[in-house]
């Protein structure tokens, strides 16, 4: 059974940090691109950040350039988002997911979804 379990999200002062996990189990982790997607109230589920399974690359959407960074581990099976600056609009519940595809901002592009963690940053 394929599972993306989120962690990490809480409450955060604005200019704080957050370091949020998604741990992997059910594929092989290697062949699959992972991707982060985070979704305000009343918004549409939006790309954050991505890594590619075929060489690594990573991706980030303009507002989080400087400010995020996406890493894996390959031994923990786990994909980690390094939040730093965090802003007030910032605010939606984050989730992770898995694309046997190279990476994309759209969410369709991705096949399994975590139930998503929540991250709040209070001004």
């Known amino acids: 059974e394929v599972q993306l379990v989120e962690s990490g999200g809480g409450l955060v002062q604005a200019g704080g940090s957050l370091n949020l996990s998604c741990l992997v189990s059910?594929?092989?982790?290697?062949?699959?691109?992972i991707g982060w997607f985070r979704q305000a109230p009343g918004k549409e589920r939006e790309g954050v950040s991505c890594?590619?399974?075929?060489?690594?690359?990573?991706y980030y959407a303009d507002s989080e350039k400087g400010r995020f960074a996406i890493t894996k581990d390959n031994a923990k099976n786990t994909v980690y988002l390094r939040m730093n600056s965090l802003k007030p609009e910032d605010t939606a519940v984050y989730y992770c997911?898995?694309?046997?595809?190279?990476?994309?901002?759209?969410?369709?592009?991705?096949?399994?979804w975590g139930q998503g963690t929540q991250v709040t940053v209070s001004s």
């Open positions: 997911a898995a694309s046997f595809f190279t990476c994309s901002y759209h969410a369709q592009s991705f096949d399994y």
């Open positions: 890594i590619d399974s075929t060489d690594g690359a990573t």
């Open positions: 059910g594929f092989t982790f290697d062949d699959y691109t």
